[in-house]
């Protein structure tokens, strides 16, 4: 079964506006982290946010903010005043504690979901 | 602090040829990840060292790949006797050894894009 689940493989936003881009995971470990990471044309990878299991309230980091509902098993990604600078691939990401006990240290990708701004 | 960087960004080799990448990781960084990502696929993980050791392979990791941290700074990635399924970009990312409580975050590179011929 896939760990992450990015079913928007692509998402179009108007300038200022504010876009959801969807992330569910699947994991049966109780402490776990959530990432989100943006790829530019560049190719690297910028980390925008993080969600740990256990925190009580949703991240939220700048126009960055995460939709976390544990009992759906969702981590969705909110960017707020879209700007044309976040066209881009946006991943989420998860790794599971569980990994940490055992030394593996395994980050596991979605897909992604290609954000284009509109003018 | 000048990010993680890699060489080459690009690589065309032929099939069967041996190929190597260098990663140099954020300096104060002890962790070193490598990454591989395909068109239209997220990241998948292959390896990380902390320090000088190597603590994980993936199961992605052939025999014909070998990954190395001799000093614990830069890290190279060898892929021997090359294959067309071999394209793809290899990441790396550095991290810090977060502490208690802190989550890890990875820095990663802008990549070297692998063709096989």
């Known amino acids: 079964a896939q760990k992450i689940t990015q079913t928007q493989p692509g998402m179009f936003v108007q300038e200022k506006e504010a876009v959801t881009l969807d992330c569910t995971y699947d994991t049966s470990d109780p402490s776990y982290g959530l990432f989100w990471y943006k790829q530019p044309s560049s190719g690297e990878m910028i980390f925008l946010i993080y969600q740990g299991s256990y925190d009580q309230q949703n991240a939220t980091e700048g126009r960055y903010s995460l939709n976390f509902q544990k009992a759906r098993k969702s981590a969705n990604l909110v960017i707020s005043a879209s700007q044309l600078g976040d066209s881009a691939m946006y991943f989420c990401?998860?790794?599971?504690?569980?990994?940490?006990?055992?030394?593996?240290?395994?980050?596991?990708f979605g897909t992604g979901t290609r954000l284009t701004v509109i003018p | 602090d000048t990010g993680v960087s890699q060489d080459p960004r690009h690589k065309i080799t032929k099939r069967g040829q041996n190929v190597t990448f260098r990663c140099d990781p954020i300096s104060e960084h002890n962790r070193l990840y490598w990454y591989r990502q395909t068109l239209g696929q997220g990241p998948e993980f292959l390896t990380y060292?902390?320090?000088?050791?190597?603590?994980?392979k993936s199961r992605l990791l052939s025999d014909r790949f070998s990954a190395e941290r001799p000093k614990g700074s830069f890290s190279t990635l060898e892929i021997q006797r090359t294959e067309q399924g071999d394209s793809a970009m290899y990441l790396c990312?550095?991290?810090?050894?977060?502490?208690?409580?802190?989550?890890?975050?990875?820095?990663f590179g802008s990549g070297t894009q692998l063709s096989v011929l």
């Open positions: 990312a550095s991290s810090l050894v977060p502490g208690q409580g802190m989550h890890e975050k990875l820095f």
């Open positions: 060292f902390q320090n000088e050791a190597q603590l994980e």
């Open positions: 990401a998860m790794r599971e504690a569980l990994y940490l006990q055992t030394g593996a240290n395994n980050l596991f």
